[in-house]
Structures are given as structure tokens and as C-alpha cells.
């Protein structure tokens, strides 16, 4: 007789056994998908149903578009501390009322050296300084500037 391997009786229902609990593993996470889909749809449709109004999606808000400002500050040694990049707050004291802050946390664009000229800033006072502001900020700080002193707190 020649020589043959031991045979192995009863392997092949381990095989079956093993391939039966795969698909049902795969089963019961698709149908836990399920249940989970169904239950973020149904929720929405619940609410409806029960005359509440379905949660509304809002878009993201538009990135707000900055302007150079150019603003006459009052203080001239103020405007000498700056640096480009800094962050500061413009706040406008008027005559009649109390201070009020025109712009909050804006960024610091420029500082221009002033001109030693004849004329440059004669009778004015103060000091120019860019700053990067929203474009309403912007009209704001130059209606300001119109009728206000002007200055500049560090952020």
C-alpha cells in the first residue's frame, strides 16, 4: 500500500461554520447602518410630523472682504508704537458724549513715515496709520475721523 496523508474527517463543517459567522458579521453591521440612517432620517421626519419645523441647514457666513483704511490717529507717539501686523482697537471720542470703539480688532497694515516736508501735516496733529479693516468698518472709521479725535488702544 503507498504511503497517503491521515485523512481528516469532519473539516469541512468547520469551514461552513466559519463561512456562516463571516456573512452573518457582515449582515448585522449592514443592517446596524441601516438601523443608523434610518434613524437620522426618521428623526427629522418625526419632528415635521409632529409640527416642529425641520432643523434648518445654514450656510457658512462669507469670509468678510477687508479694506486698506488710512486713519489720521491723534497721538503721534501712539502711532510711533505701532508695527505692522499689531491688532487695535479705534475708538472715536467726540465732544459731546462719551467714547465709543469704531473698530475692534483690527489688524495694523502700515505705518507710513511722515513726510519732514514743508506742509506735511501742518496744523492737523497726529499720525497716519493703515489699517485692514471690514469694508464697513472702513466707512465707519472715515465718518469717525470726520468728526472725532481718533486713537488707538493694543489688543
Same mark, same amino acid.
Given at each position: 500500500m503507498p504511503p497517503f496523508p491521515p485523512l481528516r474527517v469532519g473539516r469541512g &463543517?468547520?469551514?461552513?461554520?466559519?463561512?456562516?459567522?463571516?456573512?452573518?458579521r457582515t449582515a448585522s453591521t449592514g443592517l446596524a447602518v441601516l438601523a443608523a440612517a434610518l434613524a437620522v432620517v426618521g428623526g427629522a421626519e418625526a419632528q415635521? %410630523? /409632529?409640527? &416642529? %419645523? *425641520?432643523? @434648518?441647514?445654514? *450656510? +457658512? #457666513? &462669507? #469670509?468678510?472682504r477687508l479694506v486698506s483704511a488710512p486713519v489720521r490717529i491723534a497721538d503721534a507717539a501712539t502711532v510711533r508704537l505701532l508695527r505692522p501686523g499689531d491688532r487695535v482697537d479705534?475708538? !472715536?471720542? @467726540? /465732544?459731546? =458724549? #462719551? +467714547? /465709543?470703539?469704531? !473698530?475692534?480688532?483690527?489688524?495694523? &497694515? @502700515?505705518?507710513?513715515?511722515p513726510d519732514q516736508g514743508i506742509g506735511?501735516?501742518? =496744523? @492737523? =496733529?497726529? %499720525?497716519?496709520?493703515?489699517?485692514?479693516? #471690514?469694508?464697513?468698518t472702513a466707512r465707519a472709521l472715515v465718518g469717525a475721523g470726520a468728526v472725532a479725535r481718533l486713537a488707538v488702544t493694543l489688543c
Open positions: &463543517a468547520d469551514r461552513l461554520r466559519r463561512a456562516v459567522r463571516r456573512r452573518r415635521a %410630523s /409632529r409640527g &416642529a %419645523s *425641520p432643523p @434648518e441647514v445654514k *450656510p +457658512p #457666513p &462669507a #469670509p468678510a479705534v475708538v !472715536a471720542a @467726540e /465732544r459731546a =458724549g #462719551p +467714547p /465709543r470703539v469704531v !473698530a475692534a480688532g483690527a489688524r495694523v &497694515a @502700515e505705518v507710513p513715515v506735511a501735516d501742518a =496744523g @492737523e =496733529g497726529g %499720525s497716519l496709520v493703515v489699517l485692514s479693516v #471690514p469694508r464697513d
